[in-house]
């Protein structure tokens, strides 16, 4: 007879267990501790960054990107990528112009731009399910097709828009900004569809694994389709914010915006391979984490050309930061099997 195999010790593997939980704690929190000293470098540099008045408008600043980046989660959530953001919150303040200012109520103009960035997410969601063509390729020739379209346009001229468009970004409900009136419905809205219905579930599972959730009988098509025109629908609205605070269409209008929203996503938890992430708090701690640090860096007194730097950088390091987290979290995860005793 062969001699048994001696089994490992149980205290080994408790060990082991404890220590994936808490490098699964530090990995996650990442971005907070990031916050945190961003918070701390900031505030003894210059007292003024912790002031009310600049904590409030960190925010307000950062309700268009955090709007743009949850709709850009859902589609990360399913290892795609949706570059045209920026070039449809152009397209949208081009046509939201020139309708306002040919006599259209403001709520009409506002429905009909919302439709055509759903409509937009549908364009490109045609091209990755029906004809398979990389989502990278796709959304990087709609951005070139809806920034050429809003050029035109616009003639390449800025447009200034009437006072009634800057209530969207300078207004308030009830004493309430109108960029945090947003923020409060799109956020907990999408967070709810991602964490507490059946959709939100598929999402995960497609971005997890697609080729299993299609033998799980999941729609994955369906799946795609839906995570693309909410990313439309979402540019839209942030755009609309942020043409609210500016108040003009400049021909640069949502320039750079769909790199932004990737970075504020990638930061705030969700991975660029799918299947992980989260919209509160994760693009609302992104957004306020990258919005701090345009505010620091202007109470400072910092260069201004050093900012297209320091977003260089951070998306730089969000990324390396992803990468580095899923693959220590599949280390980490990692089941050793063992021989059974003979």
């Known amino acids: 007879m062969s001699a048994s195999r001696p089994t490992l010790p149980a205290a080994p593997r408790a060990r082991t267990s404890r220590g994936i939980r808490w490098a699964r704690a530090l990995l996650a929190g990442a971005p907070y501790l990031a916050l945190a000293l961003l ?3 900031f505030g003894a540099a210059a007292p003024a960054f912790f002031t009310a008045s600049n904590l409030k408008h960190i925010l307000i600043q950062s309700a268009p990107v955090a709007i743009v980046a949850t709709g850009m989660t859902f589609v990360l959530l399913t290892a795609g990528i949706d570059l045209s953001v920026g070039a449809v919150m152009f397209l949208a ?6 309708l306002v200012l040919a006599g259209v109520p403001i709520a009409a103009a506002l429905g009909a731009v919302v439709a055509i960035g759903v ?3 549908a364009l490109n969601a045609f091209f990755v399910v029906r004809l398979g063509v990389a989502p990278f390729i ?4 709609t951005w070139h097709f809806g920034r050429g379209l809003g050029l035109w346009i616009t003639q390449t001229r800025a447009i200034n828009l009437p006072e009634s468009i800057l209530d969207l ?3 308030s409900v009830l004493g309430v ?3 945090l009136v947003a923020l409060g419905i799109v956020l907990p809205a999408a967070h709810l569809v991602l964490t507490r219905t059946p959709f939100g579930r598929q999402v995960l599972a497609v971005g997890h694994d697609r080729e299993a959730a299609r033998r799980a009988g999941i729609r994955t098509g369906r799946i795609l389709v839906a995570v693309y025109m909410i990313s439309g629908a979402c540019a839209v609205l942030g755009g609309m914010v942020a043409l609210g605070q500016l108040g003009s269409v400049s021909p640069t209008f949502g320039e750079k915006r769909e790199l932004e929203a990737i970075a ?3 930061i705030g938890g969700t991975s660029l391979f799918g299947g992980r992430g989260n919209v509160l708090p994760g693009a609302l701690l992104g957004a306020v984490l990258m919005g701090s640090i345009y505010s620091g860096l202007v109470i400072i007194g910092a260069d201004p050309y050093v900012f297209p730097l320091v977003t260089a950088g951070i998306i730089l390091i969000a990324v390396l930061v992803d990468s580095l987290r899923a693959h220590h979290l599949r280390r980490l995860g990692r089941r050793k099997i063992r021989p059974e005793a003979t």
């Open 264 to 266: 504020v996503a990638v």
């Open 93 to 98: 303040a081009a046509i939201l112009a020139k």
């Open 138 to 141: 796709v959304t990087l020739a």
């Open 119 to 121: 409509l937009y997410g």
């Open 39 to 41: 918070f701390a470098v």
């Open 177 to 179: 900004p109108v960029p």
């Open 169 to 171: 970004g300078t207004g």
